[in-house]
């Protein structure tokens, strides 16, 4: 009889813990800023892709992107025609939908497949050496800071908090575009991922990769309205430690987004 009284007192200390547990999630995710804690991959189409990053689960913190949208009101043509590099950009704030849709044409999944997926740009040996970050101004939604994009699970991992513009624009030699776009595309290449396979040439395969990514993010911004620029004028090292880059990492290039002035 002791022994079931024991029982029957861990089962009801076990369902206490397991409720103040939930009712703590629910509180989280009602967080205005939708970073969650929850370790589920946040959208559907990658929930057999790969599980939500190390980084995300450590720290339990990550903003989820809207999905991105599969059809627009510009034709790929009427885009190609209108391409420009712009370097001058209004005060307004950009969208989270905005943001989604151009991370997702710079390096997003568009079918997914256990342990990988296919993305929006051709990748030399399906190695994937880029890096996509993102810098944080002056958007709908999300708090100031830097991020890196997750493809695989179409979220950005915050790095660090705060407004870092101005910082960064002195990293790119003082140029102004990147200070006033409400957000920067930053790339980098992790050289190893593609040497590996195709020894120094590998090197090449990657720069190529970002053309090809750097010209879907030009269209995309096209499409939606805004102007964007490639940037390749910064001091390397300085980049390195704004993102944290190791040692295998190397900074490509600067893409300011913004509504065109």
Not at 48 to 71: C, G, I, M, T
Not at 101 to 115: F, M, S, V
Not at 133 to 161: K, M, T, W
Request: glycine share 8%; charged share 20%; net charge negative.
């Amino acid at each position: 009889m002791k022994t079931t009284k024991k029982s029957l007192a861990c089962w009801l200390l076990l369902v206490l813990i397991f409720t103040f547990a939930a009712c703590g999630a629910a509180q989280d995710t009602e967080n205005p800023e939708n970073i969650i804690n929850s370790p589920e991959p946040p959208h559907e189409i990658y929930a057999n892709v790969q599980e939500v990053s190390f980084e995300a689960l450590v720290a339990r913190d990550y903003y989820v992107l809207p999905e991105p949208k599969l059809e627009g009101e510009m034709s790929v043509e009427e885009a190609l025609q209108n391409r420009r590099s712009h370097r001058r950009f209004r005060d307004e704030a950009l969208s989270a939908q905005q943001v989604s849709q151009l991370l997702w044409a710079a390096y997003g999944i568009t079918l997914a497949r256990p342990g990988g997926g296919l993305r929006t740009t051709p990748s030399a040996g399906a190695t994937f050496p880029l890096e996509v970050y993102v810098v944080i101004g002056n958007v709908a939604e999300i708090y100031p800071g830097v991020f890196r994009y997750d493809s695989y699970n179409h979220i950005l991992l915050r790095l660090q908090e705060g407004d870092i513009r101005e910082e960064l624009a002195a990293a790119a030699l003082g140029q102004q575009s990147v200070a006033h776009a409400p957000m920067v595309i930053f790339y980098s290449a992790v050289r190893q991922r593609i040497t590996e396979i195709y020894g120094d040439r590998g090197v090449r395969y990657a720069y190529m990769e970002l053309g090809h990514s750097a010209q879907n993010v030009y269209l995309q911004a096209e499409a939606l309205g805004l102007g964007t620029v490639a940037i390749g004028a910064f001091f390397d090292d300085r980049l390195g430690e704004i993102f944290g880059l190791g040692d295998e990492e190397v900074p490509l290039y600067l893409m300011p987004v913004g509504w065109i002035n």
